[in-house]
């Protein structure tokens, strides 16, 4: 069972427009966020992450939003390029080895 | 080049024999991981190492099998227990604020 819930499955974005995948987790020990970035046929890279204690983080054209009272966590893909188009996990961890992954969304971005 | 390499990059067996994935990495690391990827599912940990000649099972270990013999390596057999071992497999290794991925061996079994 999936620790980690990640929504939606796919989106399909025109180039210049947000993207937003959303993930919600139970288990309030869970301290580290990350995000993971796949192209296909590669193993995913570390794209962004988050510690509970702040609300936002922005990195470029990427930010996570953290909600911390209600579990949830999400990926703003900002002025979306074709580059971007991905697959996308978010995960978890409340130690500092296991990631609990979710499911991927597949950006596809039109140019 | 600091990485983690896997191969092969493509694999096909016949049902019921066991198959060895290799993983090898020059980033010093002390610990390593072995996921699987399946369409819709993510990456589910089959195993990981925190150090050398210890090692934990993750998630989802049943029909598969490890060794950490040397820090660079950390193969994974796929034995002919894993009743649906058709997938992509992922190596990693660094601690939970950043893995680092290999490319991937995709498994097929006819």
């Known amino acids: 069972q999936q620790q980690v819930k990640q929504s939606p499955q796919s989106l399909i974005v025109q180039k210049g427009g947000i993207s937003i995948i959303n993930c919600a987790y139970e288990?309030?020990?869970?301290?580290?966020f990350p995000w993971y970035q796949q192209f296909p046929g590669k193993g995913p890279a570390l794209l962004i992450a988050?510690?509970?204690?702040?609300s936002e983080k922005k990195e470029g054209r990427f930010t996570i939003s953290f909600n911390k009272s209600a579990k949830q966590f999400s990926l703003h893909i900002m002025d979306s390029q074709p580059g971007d188009s991905a697959t996308y996990f978010c995960?978890?961890?409340?130690?500092?080895?296991?990631?609990?992954f979710g499911a991927g969304t597949t950006v596809t971005v039109r140019a | 080049d600091g990485g983690i390499t896997q191969s092969p990059k493509y694999l096909f067996r016949k049902e019921g024999q066991n198959v060895t994935l290799s993983c090898e990495q020059n980033?010093?690391?002390?610990?390593m991981y072995w996921y699987r990827q399946d369409p819709g599912q993510g990456l589910r940990l089959i195993y990981y190492s925190q150090i050398v000649n210890d090692f934990q099972k993750g998630d989802i270990a049943e029909g598969y099998s490890v060794s950490r013999e040397k820090k660079e390596s950390f193969p994974l057999t796929v034995t002919s227990a894993q009743k649906n071992p058709t997938a992509f497999y992922l190596c990693a290794s660094g601690l939970a604020n950043e893995q680092f991925f290999g490319p991937g061996t995709r498994l097929t079994v006819l």
């Open positions: 288990n309030t020990a869970f301290d580290y």
């Open positions: 980033l010093n690391h002390d610990a």
């Open positions: 995960a978890a961890s409340k130690d500092d080895y296991k990631l609990s």
């Open positions: 988050i510690r509970p204690d702040v």
